[in-house]
């Protein structure tokens, strides 16, 4: 079945440091790659998304390309800020089917110090 | 639009009751999806409703559990005599059909069995 693997936290950073958060996926078919973010305290919302090989989703700084060859969708901001203290989740959506369920990482938890 | 709202927010029940729960989706969005999310995991897919037809149910939701979505629009998801493994977060997400894989969440009810 469809499967995501990120990187397991917690993720510490000083403000302005690069952040990477590693994310690879086994489907069938051909996925929509997704990342969403969970604020404290608050629900899940979406950050960035890419639904084709070679895409690359971006939102609020953050960047992910759909790389199909190494079957990875990895997560990038050049520049973190407290503010981007949260959990972030890697996701996958496999249109072969019906009804675009999504499958979830465990997901990382990152903390930004000032 | 307030977006997905979930109620209750935090639930109590002891072993062996009934609880019920609530969800209200974007009211234009005709597919609707409740999720079960633990400790450290992300969240794992439990069903799905295209307007009021349950079109796929997990093997995670054993007989006990029952969702509804009568008229398709809001839905209720029962869990009935609870287990202490049934303490857990209860996700509910929402997504217009036209777009397809992009799901908006609720907040969740965490629910604590004792």
């Known amino acids: 079945g469809d499967s995501v693997t990120q990187m397991e936290g917690p993720v510490t950073l000083s403000e302005e440091a690069f952040l990477t958060i590693n994310c690879t996926y086994t489907a069938t078919g051909y996925p929509s790659l997704f990342w969403y973010v969970q604020y404290p305290g608050e629900g899940l919302q979406l950050l960035l998304k890419?639904?084709?090989?070679?895409d690359k989703g971006s939102n609020k700084g953050f960047e992910a390309t759909y790389r199909k060859e190494t079957t990875s969708f990895h997560l990038e901001k050049g520049s973190v800020q407290v503010s981007d203290s949260a959990v972030y989740f890697c996701a996958l959506s496999d249109q072969a089917g019906s009804n675009y369920k999504l499958t979830f990482g465990k997901g990382t938890l990152l903390t930004v110090n000032p | 639009d307030t977006g997905v709202s979930q109620d209750p927010r935090h639930k109590i029940t002891k072993r062996g009751q009934n609880v019920t729960f609530r969800c209200d989706p974007i009211s234009e969005h005709n597919r609707l999806y409740w999720y079960r999310q633990t400790l450290g995991q992300g969240p794992e897919f439990l069903t799905y409703?295209?307007?009021?037809?349950?079109?796929?149910k997990s093997r995670l939701l054993s007989d006990r559990f029952s969702a509804e979505r009568p008229k398709g629009s809001f839905s209720t998801l029962e869990i009935q005599r609870t287990e202490q493994g049934d303490s857990a977060m209860y996700l509910c997400?929402?997504?217009?059909?036209?777009?397809?894989?992009?799901?908006?969440f609720g907040q969740g009810t965490r629910l604590t069995v004792v």
């Open positions: 890419a639904t084709k090989a070679d």
């Open positions: 409703f295209q307007n009021e037809a349950q079109l796929e």
């Open positions: 997400a929402s997504s217009p059909s036209r777009t397809g894989t992009e799901a908006f």
